[in-house]
Every structure is written in C-alpha cells, then in structure tokens.
Nanobody, 115 residues
Framework: QVQLVESGGGLVQPGGSLRLSCAAS????????MGWYRQAPGKQRELVAT???????TYADSVKGRFTISRDNAKNTVDLQLNSLKPEDTAVYSC?????????WGQGTQVTVSS
C-alpha cells in the first residue's frame, strides 16, 4: 500500500507565500507523474500542477508564474511553492501520484489566503 502525506498549509495574507510538501511512502518501486490539485468550497476539484519523473511540468493558467512544482525522485516527494497568493487561491490542496499505474491521493492540506 502507498500513502501520501501533505504538509505546509496554513493561513497567509494576500501576496504572501507558502510551501507545500508531499511525501509518498509504502510499497513503491517507481513513481510516475506527481501532481497537486485543489478544491475550493462549492467548487469542483481542479488541477494545479503536475511533474513527470523527467521534471516536465504543467500548470493551470491561473497559477502560472506564481506557483512552482518540484520533486525529488530519490525521496519520492513533490513540493509546491506558492507565491503571490490571492484570496481565490484558498482551497484544500491535495497531492497525487501514479505509482505503478495506480493513482494515490493524500488527505489534503488547507490553504487560506486572507487579510
């Protein structure tokens, strides 16, 4: 079994920064694509960013230039650096990972952007 555990959420003022981390553990041979999603109250879950083992990244248009996804293949971790945060970035952020063809999800971490 594979577990994903996120950390780093919290309350931040508009314009501030946060760094989210996600660590995969368990029966892992290789981790393929890793990503971050978010879900705001009353809205559908949306893709924020993804990264391949070769470090190819994709971003939602709403976060391009502000968020940066990175990973450590040796440690099976994926991070999300959130800069220039806006109130509309408030959501529960969850990481996911393709491990051997099966997608696993973390429990989510709350990010609240408010003055």
């Amino acid at each position: 079994q594979v577990q994903l555990v996120e950390s780093g959420g919290g309350l931040v003022q508009p314009g501030g920064s946060l760094r989210l981390s996600c660590a995969a553990s368990g029966s892992i041979f290789s981790v393929n694509v890793m990503g971050w999603y978010r879900q705001a109250p009353g809205k559908q879950r949306e893709l924020v960013a993804t990264i391949t083992p070769a470090y190819t990244t994709t971003y939602a248009d709403s976060v391009k230039g502000r968020f940066t996804i990175s990973r450590d293949n040796a440690k099976n971790t994926v991070d999300l650096q959130l800069n220039s945060l806006k109130p509309e970035d408030t959501a529960v952020y969850s990481c996911n990972a393709d491990v051997g063809g099966t997608w696993f999800w973390g429990q989510g971490t709350q990010v609240t952007v408010s003055s």
